[in-house]
């Protein structure tokens, strides 16, 4: 086992945010205290520490002009947007967050290098976005959305327009009954998506069209009760089989490796399995919703260890839904009830890093 087993995040910080002098006649001067959560401490010199949360478009916009803040004054401050009710997130090579928001209609996109934020959605036409589940991009920066609701798959461009929708068909049905977790493999051009009603996987082109499906409602090797997140890694294919309780391994042309969790209240089982990644050294990261934690496992299946608990501070969850791990390591949580993506940096083993150029 890599660690011993503990629980992640005890402690208080302090978190301070300056008001405007105009504005803060009145007003606390800060805001209230906030949970802040220390390091994990690994074994070998790996650690895992919490980074922040990303919450409303004014975190991607942290330096507002004079005159922008005295007209705030005058007429009140803007209406940001804010996450309502998150589902999924990915990053992308400019390093922009992603993430879907059922509860908003839309995408939010914050981009903190350039300090730009837009909300993504498509309400006109035949082929309206109802309910955004998962998210993948591809190579170009294409932003491939998964609408549960329509039974299709949105696509919108690196500036955030419209450009098309896969799985449309005529009368504005959706080819997909439940379309949810979603990659996209820029090498081989295609689209891997999980239908959670018909408990199987498509593999498309970038044009939609079907090359291959595989799986079958069951309990055996490669079947499925309910699949829906997936990620790419290498040649193998991770995908949550929620209702079997369990992370399925299979190879790209949907042949069964091997197998991860099994249904149990306690830590290695899952009860309520949800978003998944794979970090710099091969692990797996799987959000399990029940117990609000994210468990970690290498590919043998072994419980390393966990973090997170139900709250609402920092390094707790409530309804934790998607993960995402980038190019650095970072590690991306939805706290789909708490309404933020809460940020958290892994470091590996400092040789595995030098290998790495890191």
């Known amino acids: 086992?890599?660690?011993?087993?503990?629980?992640?995040?005890?402690?208080?910080?302090?978190?301070?945010?300056?008001?405007?002098?105009?504005?803060?006649?009145?007003?606390?001067?800060?805001?209230?205290?906030?949970?802040?959560?220390?390091?994990?401490?690994?074994?070998?010199?790996?650690?895992?520490?919490?980074?922040?949360?990303?919450?409303?478009?004014?975190?991607?916009?942290?330096?507002?002009?004079?005159?922008?803040?005295?007209?705030?004054?005058?007429?009140?401050?803007?209406?940001?947007?804010?996450?309502?009710?998150?589902?999924?997130?990915?990053?992308?090579?400019?390093?922009?967050?992603?993430?879907?928001?059922?509860?908003?209609?839309?995408?939010?996109?914050?981009?903190?290098?350039?300090?730009?934020?837009?909300?993504?959605?498509?309400?006109?036409?035949?082929d309206p976005l109802r309910a955004p589940q998962c998210v993948a991009v591809d190579a170009q920066g294409n932003i491939y959305v998964t609408d549960s609701e329509s039974g299709k798959i949105f696509v919108f461009d690196e500036q955030g327009k419209h450009r098309r929708v896969i799985g449309g068909l005529r009368g504005g049905e959706g080819f997909f009954k439940r379309p949810t977790g979603i990659a996209v493999d820029s090498d081989t051009q295609r689209i891997y998506v999980t239908d959670t009603l018909r408990n199987k996987?498509?593999?498309?082109?970038?044009?939609?069209?079907?090359?291959?499906?595989?799986?079958?409602?069951?309990?055996?090797?490669?079947?499925?009760?309910?699949?829906?997140e997936l990620r790419l890694q290498g040649p193998d294919l991770f995908v949550v089989d929620a209702m079997n309780f369990r992370v399925?391994?299979?190879?790209?042309?949907?042949?069964?490796?091997?197998?991860?969790?099994?249904?149990?209240?306690?830590?290695?089982?899952?009860?309520?399995?949800?978003?998944?990644?794979?970090?710099?050294?091969?692990?797996?990261?799987?959000?399990?919703?029940?117990?609000?934690?994210?468990?970690?496992?290498?590919?043998?299946?072994?419980?390393?260890y966990y973090f997170g608990q139900k709250g609402t501070g920092s390094g707790q969850f409530q309804l934790p839904a998607g993960l995402f791990i980038d190019g650095q390591d970072r590690v991306f949580v939805v706290d789909s009830f708490n309404r933020r993506v809460q940020v958290f940096q892994y470091t590996a083993l400092a040789k595995h890093s030098e290998g790495q150029g890191q």
């Open 1 to 126: 086992m890599l660690i011993r087993r503990h629980n992640l995040f005890i402690g208080v910080g302090l978190w301070l945010l300056l008001a405007y002098p105009l504005a803060a006649a009145g007003r606390s001067k800060s805001e209230p205290k906030e949970l802040a959560a220390p390091e994990l401490r690994l074994d070998g010199g790996r650690k895992l520490t919490f980074e922040g949360t990303i919450s409303d478009e004014r975190q991607v916009r942290p330096h507002r002009g004079f005159w922008r803040k005295l007209v705030d004054v005058v007429a009140g401050p803007p209406d940001f947007h804010h996450l309502v009710r998150p589902y999924s997130v990915v990053t992308d090579s400019r390093g922009r967050v992603i993430v879907t928001d059922p509860g908003a209609f839309g995408i939010h996109v914050f981009d903190f290098p350039q300090q730009k934020y837009h909300f993504l959605s498509h309400t006109g036409g035949k």
């Open 201 to 228: 996987l498509f593999v498309l082109d970038l044009q939609g069209n079907v090359l291959q499906t595989f799986g079958q409602s069951g309990q055996a090797k490669g079947e499925f009760n309910y699949p829906t």
């Open 248 to 304: 399925q391994v299979l190879n790209r042309s949907g042949v069964f490796q091997s197998v991860i969790g099994q249904q149990r209240d306690e830590r290695g089982g899952f009860f309520r399995p949800k978003g998944l990644g794979i970090d710099s050294e091969g692990h797996i990261y799987v959000v399990e919703a029940l117990s609000s934690a994210v468990q970690v496992f290498d590919r043998a299946g072994r419980l390393l």
